[in-house]
């Protein structure tokens, strides 16, 4: 809910904001079996970054860009 109102807050400055899923990440925390690869999560994140708009302000999605249900 934060994101949703600080995407309606920071609308009208041309801020956009998201909350993105990095998806299951061979980290301390996602463990050796997870099958994506820090470098991938990061790659794939910054190409949803560099997409964010006004109609996906606001959205939660994960590191492919597919939404994802709040």
């Not at 934060?2 to 925390?29: F, N, S, Y």
């Not at 050796?32 to 999560?41: F, K, R, Y």
């Not at 560099?50 to 994960?62: E, I, K, M």
């Amino acid at each position: 809910m934060v994101t949703r109102c600080l995407a309606v807050e920071l609308q009208e400055k041309g801020i956009l904001c998201a909350a993105i899923h990095p998806g299951w990440v061979k980290t301390d925390m996602g463990t050796e079996e997870a099958p994506l690869m820090v470098e991938h999560s990061v790659r794939g994140i910054l190409t949803v970054l560099a997409n964010l708009s006004q109609d996906t302000s606001g959205t939660f999605l994960d590191w492919e860009g597919n939404s994802l249900p709040w």
